[in-house]
């Protein structure tokens, strides 16, 4: 398959159908990007089960509801395999690329006191961000209007006259050299409201590339003296936006969902070649 399609190199040159290797041969399998990248598990654990309330956790990749793109696999139509015919609705959104807790009601209105907790304040979801550039101040709060600039964009950017008030509250968790780990709390979020507002402050999350990051970030940049394994393709130690739902709180409850693979293999390295002392 691999040869018939071109992806398989032989010296240099595409392989045919069948191949009759030679001492010294040197063989390329070429693949795209996201060949590459780490996937972590498709399963939504569920965390926490009440009679109106569900919490579990969405994996990277998983769309968070059906949409004409990904209808048929969406984290609220997964969950809804597990609630015994209840319609999961969530008064919150994560984007696809994106892990961590999915809060769901199991009623509409349950539903509605969940949606009006978020608006006033008393329940919160905390962000796990890792970022680039440190910010100087160890806390801060961010508050400046976003709107975009088409309609059917999801990319937000500072518009002071026409945008929505949005308020971002972050704090500095980690700090590391080059680097740092954020708990981000946005007041009555909005998709992309954490992603967008990093970025006004000139600290993006890593690997957003929507807000002007690269799209991964690899151990041979982080790693002085790195030397790849020969004839093997690096692959990144992430390669999505490093946001993670991690904290979810309402009403006594507080229910934390654990790094995905992908971020904790990133910090492991960060800790070990970029820490502090």
């Known amino acids: 398959m691999a040869a018939e399609s071109k992806l ?3 010296n240099g040159e595409p392989g045919g159908p069948s191949l009759t290797l030679k001492s010294g041969d040197h063989i390329e399998l070429l693949l795209a990007p996201e060949a590459m990248e780490r996937h972590s598990s498709d399963e939504l654990d569920v965390l926490a089960r009440e009679e109106k309330l569900i919490i579990a956790v969405k994996p990277t990749d998983v769309a968070f509801d059906a949409g004409r793109a990904n209808r048929g696999d969406s984290a609220l139509e997964r969950l809804a395999e597990q ?3 209840a319609r999961p609705r969530a008064p919150h959104r994560l984007d696809k690329f994106t892990s961590g807790l999915v ?9 509605a006191e969940l949606s009006d907790a978020f608006k006033d304040g008393s329940a919160t979801m905390e962000y796990l961000v890792v970022v680039r550039a440190p910010p ?18 999801a990319v937000l950017q500072p518009d002071p006259k026409h945008g929505r008030t949005c308020v971002t509250h972050w704090r500095v968790v980690e700090r590391l050299r080059g680097f740092a780990v954020l708990a ?7 998709s992309h409201q954490v992603r967008a507002h990093l970025a006004t402050q000139g600290f993006p999350a890593l690997c957003d590339r929507d807000y002007g990051e690269d799209d991964r970030i690899l151990l041979s940049q982080l790693k002085l003296h790195y030397r790849a394994k020969r004839g093997r393709p690096e692959r990144p130690l992430l390669a999505r936006p490093a946001v993670h739902a991690s904290t979810f709180r309402w009403a006594g409850r507080e229910v934390t969902a654990p790094l995905p693979e992908d971020m904790d293999v990133l910090l492991k390295q960060l800790r070990r070649l970029r820490p502090l002392a």
Not at 137 to 145: L, Q
Request: aromatic share 0%; charged share 40%; hydrophobic share 30%.
């Open 136 to 153: 100087k101040a160890d806390e801060g709060t961010i508050d400046v209007p976003l709107g975009k600039s088409k309609r059917s964009e």
């Open 184 to 190: 981000v709390t946005p007041e009555a979020g909005r």
């Open 8 to 10: 398989l190199l032989l």
């Open 103 to 111: 809060v769901a009601a199991l009623d509409r209105r349950t539903e």
């Open 83 to 85: 609630t015994d015919g």
